[in-house]
């Protein structure tokens, strides 16, 4: 009877030690995430939420969990939304608690029944405790190895009664052994955490991972945002105005249509608003205005980058563009660019010299160009003489250029109302303002006092730098010299002789310039007498041009000269340059002389013997 005791007795124990492996084995792995915030910011049960804004320089996440198994470290995966990088990687798990669970009671602590028998149920298991401070929901303060060691103890005891019984014959059963104490399971406590670098837009799942491949479900958190002031500088707007021309001062020149782009981003937050407006600086007129808000609420609603081309008409003035964007973290990018438009043509100007303008003075002209975009590079002065040629006065001009600016003192205040805050906080670069030219004044001066007598044309060619237009064609005459006059052969073979049949007198004159009958005078001079010409009916005059010079022909009819007599003729005339001109300032017209005889010679009787030879008569003029 002793044997078949220790026999049950050990078939009991295998039994007992073959229900607890299995229980071992039915035992679940427990994982919970209990904790997940930045400060007092909540992290976990947002997945749905809206997007969570950080701006300090990089945040630390706060982590507790709850395990069945001692655990180190726990995983992590990063997921950048915006890139759409992922990072793995782990943290150490610092242990806080070790909380004793009863299984069974963890297994029954919802169903309510054998609340007395149990013990770890809610009801009557919760009075029974009361006194050891234990809670309804299983706990205990006997750790699990202590109830081991007790189960132990209690087997030995066992052994011994069975042997007693056996030679007894009697069985002899504990109490305890109906109702063994509960084996409790290990609930660890842990805490982590994990610093998110600045610029970071992206959620966290947290995982746990152990032996025997074991890999608990993933905690998500809510999306959120880490971006600081010095990440925000990766923000960027940019303007680019696109022109093949360019002032002296790198301002983007514009002919016809301006046309800039525009390239902004937000790496970490998105753009959720973007404006641009271009305006006059001087009139404030807006010519153009461009804007938009969303409202990103989820990654896949962020606009990371924008981009958009821009085309506008725009008259002849200066003009700034702003741009902004503003993240949705709330921070705020500007840019500005000046350009300007340019559609008039130089105007070029000119005084101490007059258009078709004939002197006999040395004369010192001025040109003037001015035009908002201009260089005296651009300018360019050549002079040609009718008789001369091209004339080389590149060593005769002084040349000088003034750029006169804008006072921005005098825009500023104008500007500040344009453009609102952003000019007072320094968003916009007044110091831009430096660059624009309200005119360039090119002036020459020309030294012409070594020029010869001809007929000259000044020409001067002005282009800015949007490649407008003007030129200016002067056209004028140096005449330090008069009129030069030449007697006809008639007048060669009469001078200082007799005639009875005269013929027509030609006198040409030649003068650079030309002058009308109003200037002329054409006088006859007989035996002492003067009288005035008149044209038409005593002489007349051709006109026509010779190498360069103007030519005047007179002839004088030869029916002045009727009447016996000496005679000489005299022509005044008075140039466009000033000139006094005379026929007598030629040293063969100054003599010209001759008479006219028509009467036949008389024999005169002085006695009756006595003649006069024609030799001895003497003629008198």
């Keep these: 009877g002793g044997s078949s005791g220790i026999k049950e007795n050990e078939d009991g124990k295998e039994g007992e030690d073959k229900e607890d492996r299995e229980d071992e084995e039915e035992k679940e792995d427990i994982f919970e995430l209990t904790k997940c915030s930045a400060g007092d910011v909540n992290l976990l049960n947002n997945a749905d939420g809206e997007i969570l804004i950080f701006k300090d320089k990089g945040i630390t996440i706060d982590i507790e969990f709850r395990t069945n198994r001692v655990m180190e470290k726990i995983k992590y995966r990063l997921h950048d939304e915006l890139s759409g990088n ?47 401070g234990e809670t309804g929901d299983g706990k205990y303060r006997a750790s699990l190895g202590e109830a081991r060691n007790r189960k132990k103890s209690d087997d030995s005891t066992d052994n011994t009664q069975g042997n007693n019984a056996s030679a007894d014959n009697t069985d002899v059963t504990d109490p305890e052994e109906e109702n063994p104490p509960e084996e409790t399971e290990k609930i660890y406590v842990y805490k982590s955490e994990i610093q998110i670098n600045d610029g970071f837009a992206g959620n966290i799942s947290f995982y746990a991972e152990g032996e025997n491949d074991y890999r608990s479900e993933e905690y998500l958190t809510g999306n959120f945002i880490a971006e600081s002031e010095d990440a925000a500088e990766n923000n960027v707007i940019n303007i680019d105005c696109r022109s093949e021309f360019i002032s002296e001062n790198d301002i983007p020149l514009f002919k016809e249509n301006v046309h800039f782009n525009i390239s902004a981003k937000a790496p970490f937050s998105g753009i959720e608003e973007y404006g641009i407006t271009v305006k006059n600086i001087l009139t404030g007129e807006i010519i153009y205005k461009d804007n938009f808000k969303r409202e990103a609420k989820t990654f896949g609603d962020f606009l990371p980058t924008y981009e958009d081309e821009i085309q506008i008409e725009a008259g002849s003035g200066d003009y700034i563009v702003e741009a902004c964007i503003k993240d949705k973290a709330g921070y705020t990018r500007y840019d500005t660019e000046l350009f300007s438009v340019d559609l008039n043509a130089p105007i070029i100007e000119y005084k101490y010299i007059d258009k078709n303008i004939s002197t006999n003075r040395s004369i010192f002209p001025e040109i003037m160009v001015t035009d908002r975009n201009i260089s005296s590079e651009n300018v360019h002065i050549s002079l040609k003489g009718e008789r001369q040629g091209n004339i080389d006065i590149l060593e005769n001009i002084s040349i000088q250029e003034i750029h006169n600016k804008y006072d921005s003192s005098d825009i500023l205040p104008g500007l500040r109302e344009l453009m609102g805050e952003n000019i007072v906080s320094g968003a916009i670069d007044v110091s831009q303002l430096n660059k624009l030219t309200d005119k360039c004044n090119i002036k020459g001066v020309i030294n012409m006092s070594e020029l010869q007598d001809d007929n000259y044309i000044l020409t001067v060619e002005a282009t800015d730098l949007t490649g407008n237009k003007n030129a200016l064609n002067l056209s004028f005459t140096i005449n330090k010299h008069g009129s030069v006059f030449i007697p006809d052969n008639n007048i060669l073979s009469m001078s200082d002789t007799f005639t009875n049949n005269p013929a027509d007198i030609n006198i040409t004159e030649l003068n650079i310039d030309s002058f009308g009958d109003e200037h002329r005078q054409v006088l006859l001079y007989h035996n002492g007498m003067v009288k005035t010409l008149k044209k038409g009916v005593d002489y007349d005059v051709k006109e026509e041009s010779e190498d360069f010079l103007n030519k005047y022909t007179y002839r004088i009819f030869n029916r002045n000269f009727k009447g016996n007599g000496t005679y000489s003729i005299l022509i005044n005339t008075v140039d466009k340059a000033g000139n006094n001109n005379s026929s007598d300032s030629s040293d063969i017209c100054k003599v010209f002389r001759f008479c006219v005889d028509k009467s036949r010679p008389e024999i005169v009787k002085l006695s009756d013997d006595t003649y006069v030879s024609s030799e001895d008569v003497e003629y008198l003029f």
């Design 86 to 132: 992922t990072t793995e990687g782990s943290v150490t798990s610092e242990l806080q608690e070790i909380i004793e669970k009863d299984n069974e009671n963890k297994d029954n602590e919802n169903d309510g029944s054998d609340a007395g028998d149990k013990g770890g149920m809610k009801g009557g298991g919760e009075k029974e405790r009361e006194g050891t």
